[in-house]
């Protein structure tokens, strides 16, 4: 087996998979989103415990970069192990110690970023294992780290160590700014901003958020299904890794693009379309912040999959109706309406179905 289900994590990300076998089912966690995404994921714990009195273990949690929609979810879920009877066995974050080193004693910005650093010391949870101690990146044009679990294979495409050393640039600027307030509030009326004249709402590829830059992205292997989990990582360092990773050894063809950013235009381009060649595409938000995602988004991926049917999976039906909406085109398939609990999709069997090895019968649920 080999699911993914993107819980409701408001406009944040909470993707969860789920792979091995009934009897031994692991887990790996990608993002929390923010505190609103806490029902959903402690309904989705319940719902894998189901009637057994056990504790769920949680391989590995991966935090793909320090914004408050991704990292808010994942403190609250770690500080709350025991009373949701769960175990967080291994994380990957690039926080304060990987950022500044372990003697720094600078009073620093990304509150949450800080807490969450502590919090995984405090816990003895093992941090960044096959690192090191270093951050999860990329060291050269020829680092592609890769880590195996139970079969399943999990290679990073970003961030390189330039992307966070701006990010250390830019964690330090926001100290002096009681602490980065301006800096944070600022972000957030440029992002919430539909002002044309700054071009970053309507230029694709324009995404500069240091932040962002910093996103932990991974191509995830398992069962000859490949799934691309961009974070917000920035389209160029997606496709540029992607395409080196190419030259040194087989990947097999991406099953399943989760798009960066929440399906922002700023975090997409037609060379990265082209470059990924997905015939799924998932996108994790609610739109409520943002008005993500954003409906050139999915003219990119049309354009450049002219002769090619294109399949957009949702975990908010009101997103997947807006979307439904504004695209006329036959080679647009949305995805089964999202459940209560988001939107599970098995990347087995939908691989198999694209490929021709799979004759589906029934309804046409997750088509």
Not at 53 to 67: F, K
Request: charged share 25%; proline share 4%; aromatic share 8%.
């Amino acid at each position: 087996m080999f699911t993914l289900t993107m819980l409701k994590a408001g406009n944040g990300d909470a993707i969860w998979l789920t792979f091995g076998t009934s009897e031994k089912q692991r887990h790996i966690l990608v993002d929390a989103g923010p505190a609103k995404a806490q029902d959903a994921i402690s309904q989705h714990v319940d719902l894998l415990r189901g009637e057994k009195d056990c504790t769920v273990e949680i391989d590995l949690l991966i935090v793909t970069h320090s914004d408050g929609d991704h990292i808010n979810g994942a403190y609250w879920l770690m500080r709350n192990q025991k009373k949701l009877r769960i175990k967080i066995k291994s994380i990957w974050f690039n926080g304060y110690r990987e950022i500044f080193g372990s003697d720094s004693l600078d009073l620093l910005g990304y509150k949450k970023a800080e807490q969450l650093s502590a919090l995984t010391e405090y816990l003895g949870i093992r941090h960044n294992e096959g690192f090191s101690g270093e951050p999860v990146a990329r060291a050269g044009d020829d680092d592609f780290p890769c880590t195996c679990i139970d079969g399943l294979r999990l290679t990073v495409l970003s961030p390189t160590v330039e992307r966070l050393k701006d990010l250390r640039e830019d964690w330090s600027k926001a100290t002096k700014k009681a602490p980065g307030k301006t800096y944070r509030e600022t972000l957030k009326e440029l992002e919430s901003s539909a002002d044309d004249t700054l071009g970053a709402s309507s230029k694709p590829g324009s995404d500069n958020s240091p932040p962002n830059g910093s996103s932990i992205a991974l191509v995830v292997e398992y069962e000859e299904a490949a799934v691309l989990l961009a974070g917000d990582a920035f389209a160029g360092d997606i496709q540029t890794s992607l395409s080196r990773l190419r030259t040194l050894r087989k990947v097999g063809q991406i099953d399943f693009f989760k798009l960066s950013h929440h399906g922002c235009v700023a975090n997409i381009t037609d060379s990265l379309v082209t470059c990924v060649a997905a015939p799924h595409y998932l996108i994790s938000t609610d739109g409520a912040t943002h008005n993500h995602p954003d409906v050139e988004t999915f003219q990119i991926i049309l354009r450049n999959r002219p002769s090619e049917e294109s399949f957009f999976h949702f975990n908010y039906e009101p997103v997947r109706e807006r979307i439904r909406k504004v695209m006329n085109d036959n080679r647009v398939s949305l995805g089964s309406e999202p459940t209560q609990s988001g939107m599970r999709l098995d990347l087995v069997m939908l691989r198999a179905q694209i490929s021709g090895r799979y004759e589906h019968h029934g309804d046409d649920d997750e088509q």
